[in-house]
């Protein structure tokens, strides 16, 4: 069974930094690339950062991109969101995903407020 447990969230001030973290389990975990995504009230859910299985390539959308960082460590099946920068607009739920599987954790608030 497929388990995404997302961690890391709270609340910032804007210019401030934030580390997600999303612990995976019930797959072959360096198989699969990994996503982070954020959905705002209101809006669509949309990748923040993709990483590949190996974490050898990284690419991000133009909205964050430069100040999130994503990464990978396959021996603790865990990835990381690094989140720098921050702005009031990065207010979201954050959510962790593996690839062509199906299954998304509870997801993390991250609230940017002064």
């Known amino acids: 069974q497929v388990q995404l447990v997302e961690s890391g969230g709270g609340r910032v001030q804007p210019g401030g930094s934030l580390t997600l973290s999303c612990a995976a389990s019930?797959?072959?975990?360096?198989?699969?690339?990994m996503r982070w995504y954020r959905q705002a009230p209101g809006k669509e859910r949309e990748v923040v950062a993709h990483i590949t299985g190996r974490g050898t390539i990284t690419t991000y959308p133009d909205p964050v991109k430069g100040r999130f960082t994503i990464s990978r460590d396959n021996a603790k099946n865990t990835v990381y969101l690094q989140m720098n920068s921050l702005k009031p607009e990065d207010t979201a739920v954050y959510y962790c995903?593996?690839?062509?599987?199906?299954?998304w954790g509870q997801g993390t608030q991250v609230t940017v407020s002064s």
């Open positions: 995903k593996a690839l062509n599987l199906d299954s």
């Open positions: 019930g797959f072959p975990f360096s198989n699969y690339a």
